[in-house]
DNA sequence: AAAGACTTGTTGGCGTCGCCAACGGTCCTA
DNA sequence: TAGGACCGTTGGCGACGCCAACAAGTCTTT
């Protein structure tokens, strides 16, 4: 939502006090720095949340992954073709049930997603520079009360 | 972004930890809410953005519009022929620079902008409604300070 | 006054993200 | 055993943010 955007011209006061809006640029300011860092070691979006459900709950069907992630079925399925061309995940048949596929993360997958903890912790503190330790965590449970509440829309 | 999705499966502890991913769901749960209630009026992203500038900084060229909001000049074509096509917006050469058109907002385009910022008000209660009035300006305080931090990135 | 640099509107294209429909297999239950 | 639900996979869609190129017009420099 072009993140980087500074420019003589105002943006309209009706926008600039629009919660919606503020989130809608905040997220796109952490978007942009996530995508960036996420490039630099090769991997993107979906990739971490995959990896992240892998390492935390062990070997999965993909419609579990999916599910646990909010990925659609059809996107887990190209994140996982990606991250298994790279050996970051193995696909092998679930013999107890024969639709399913048994989906679980390499010794590389598991280094991988170090290096991308590491990113995301980076991130977190460029994006929040400017607010206090105190002040982030209030952001934090303001987000999750908004979260916890829309949970089951 | 896959907005609305409870299941059984529980999300990795590792996201749901970081800002960064509270501010991705955020920006879900707000981006459904005010798409929806655009689409209700035959208006979307864009629209409101565009009108907003037009009715707070009166008749402009479309690079300035773009300017102030944060829309690529190719977009705002595409834009501004459907509010032209809709009759809330007139476009017009500038005598005084003819590589421009002057962009301004019609009476329809008011009343247009009027029954977005009712939806937006609508949304921006929906979203928030967990929180207090004090907790609502918190969070307004806090994401703008992000912002305006993030600003000439 | 001419040349070069820059702006404006427009077209056309690209990649990501979230989502949906459909399919052939497989499982489970009534 | 027949019907319904679930699984992986393919293919497609729209919104959004962005970029490159172009002709027409303007501005700056010499």
Redesign the interface.
Known sequence: ????????????????????W??????A??????SEGFAAVDSHGYHY?LL??L???GPSSQA?LG??????RSDVVAALNELADRGLVKRSPDAADRRRNTVSITAAGRRRLTAL?QV?AG??DK?????SAA??Q???S????????????
Chains 1, 2 share one sequence.
């Not at 300011?29 to 996530?34: M, P, T």
């Not at 599910?67 to 659609?72: A, F, I, K, N």
């Open positions: 939502m072009n993140a980087g955007w500074a420019t003589a011209e105002p943006t309209p006061e009706r926008l600039m006090k629009l919660p919606s503020l989130i809608n640029r905040t997220h300011v952490s978007y942009r720095l996530v949340r992240a459900a390492a935390e709950f579990a599910r646990s992630t909010g990925v659609d903890d995301l991130v977190q994006l929040l520079s400017p607010l002040e982030r209030q952001l934090v303001l987000l999750s009360r908004v979260l916890e509440h829309h949970a089951a829309d």
